[in-house]
């Protein structure tokens, strides 16, 4: 597996994980595709100036046309001021071989050695085992149920949060 870059070309990965119903279930159903190059684009030129890193999954080198998800770890106001947070999605076929959890914390331990992003935190959707799984795998600490907004809408989540300079589990 490896992480790249998202880019402008990234528009039909980002409509099956963003657009697609069983995709975004746990997110409120789906996005209408309008604006998703847009978002794409915003998105492209919000990783290559290093401002968040957004990264599409690329399960084998050898295929690096074939996109399983994205990770991305980013910054943005919260309740009580700037919050990092990381988030995921995986395509549903290739779920269940821990590409999100290998690129969560790549990116984890990348915000470590580059002594970046402070406490990270994520929201997954109440319901969501999987991404829970995740967090809690990782080393996360669960701070408590909430809402969140994701795309203007408001969901159910579970608030976790890391500081991987201390709190990353071992790989």
Known sequence: MELRDVVPEDVDAYVRMRCDPVMTADLGGPLPRDGMADKVRRDARDAAADVAWIKMIVPDPAAPDVVAG???LWAHEGEDGPVSEIGWMVLPEFQGRGLARRGARA??????DEDRWGVVHAFPATGNGASNGICRSLGF?????????FASRALRGNHW???PRTDLAPA
């Open 70 to 72: 994205t990770v991305t």
């Open 107 to 112: 990116l984890l331990e990348r915000a470590r």
């Open 161 to 163: 949060a890391i500081d």
């Open 141 to 149: 600490r669960f701070v408590g149920e909430r809402e969140v907004m």
